[in-house]
């Protein structure tokens, strides 16, 4: 049974941090591409986030300069530093796990596992 669980959401101001972390299990971790997406009330989910196994990584565009994703295979762990944090980055935070081929970024649809989401809010 496939396990992602996150943690290190909650409540920041303007211009904090945070770091979420996400812990697989029962999944071959390495052979996956990781990713973080996010979903704001009344929009679509959208990628933050992905890294491959080989370590390729792609941000979006409103993550550039600010979001750090890195994934440590030993430990199951992907993560995501998030710096710089505005009220727009405020949404429900996904752990997703997927294996190519997918497009560039993955649509929802071709994530193989996603975490139960946790909730990031940026209050100016």
């Known amino acids: 049974q496939v396990q992602l669980v996150e943690s290190g959401g909650g409540l920041v101001q303007a211009g904090g941090s945070l770091r979420l972390s996400c812990v697989a299990s029962g999944i071959m971790f390495r052979s996956y591409s990781w990713a973080w997406y996010r979903q704001a009330p009344g929009k679509q989910r959208e990628l933050v986030a992905i890294i491959s196994s080989g370590g390729t990584i792609n941000y979006a565009d409103s993550a550039k300069g600010r979001v750090t994703i890195s994934r440590d295979n030993a430990k199951s762990t992907v993560s995501l530093q998030m710096n710089s944090m505005a009220p727009e980055d405020t949404a429900i935070y996904y752990c997703?796990?997927?294996?190519?081929?997918?497009?560039?970024?993955?649509?929802?649809?071709?994530?193989?596992?996603w975490g139960q989401g946790t909730q990031v809010t940026v209050s100016s």
């Open positions: 997703a796990a997927t294996e190519p081929p997918y497009s560039n970024p993955p649509l929802p649809k071709q994530i193989d596992y």
